[in-house]
């Protein structure tokens, strides 16, 4: 062999080998179309769950401090994670967004197991409320895979994806 040849076969067999190895590999591997309806999950329509709800305003003069007592009664299991939505709303508009994981996760959530936990509320008193000012907590669920918002069961369809838990007035602050 010459030393051209030599030289000819070390310079362009790496790449020739990587040439075949890449055309086996195409043409060994079955080939698979993944259609769109395979990758989308189907969302949930509901978390099956209710929930109830105390508020424990009592020092919310002093404090400006609300205390929230969450109760949710699982209805089915729940094996996807969810994160529980508390929004305070004035009117038509949010004034506090708590959105927060629960403890356990939703994702562990089994049938019959009734899931609570007391939150802490500020009142936004930066917002311009006013003694008198009517307010509701809304609780509901977003799903973080489907990027969207689900609400809790309900008896009555809930307006949007969440459902009011309390309605109160904004206290007289000293």
Do not use: C
Request: hydrophobic fraction near 45%.
């Amino acid at each position: 062999m010459t030393r051209a040849a030599h030289w000819l076969i070390l310079r362009f067999l790496p790449r020739a080998a990587l040439v075949l190895l890449a055309a086996w590999l195409v043409l060994a591997l079955p080939a698979r179309v993944v259609h769109a309806e395979e990758e989308e999950e189907e969302v949930p329509r509901d978390v099956p769950v209710h929930v109830k709800a105390t508020l424990d305003q009592s020092e919310a003069a002093i404090t400006g401090w609300l205390q929230l007592a969450l109760e949710f009664e699982v209805l089915e299991d729940v094996p996807r994670p969810y994160r529980v939505e508390l929004r305070l709303r004035h009117a038509v508009s949010d004034v506090l967004n708590l959105d927060h994981i629960p403890e356990p996760p939703t994702g562990e959530w089994k049938k019959g197991q009734r899931v609570t936990y007391t939150v802490p509320v500020p009142l936004p008193l930066e917002q311009g409320l006013e003694a008198g000012d009517n307010l509701r907590l809304e609780v509901g669920f977003y799903d973080p895979r489907a990027k969207t918002q689900v609400p809790p069961r309900a008896e009555d369809t809930p307006l949007g994806s969440r459902i009011t838990v309390a309605r109160f007035e904004m206290p007289t602050m000293p």
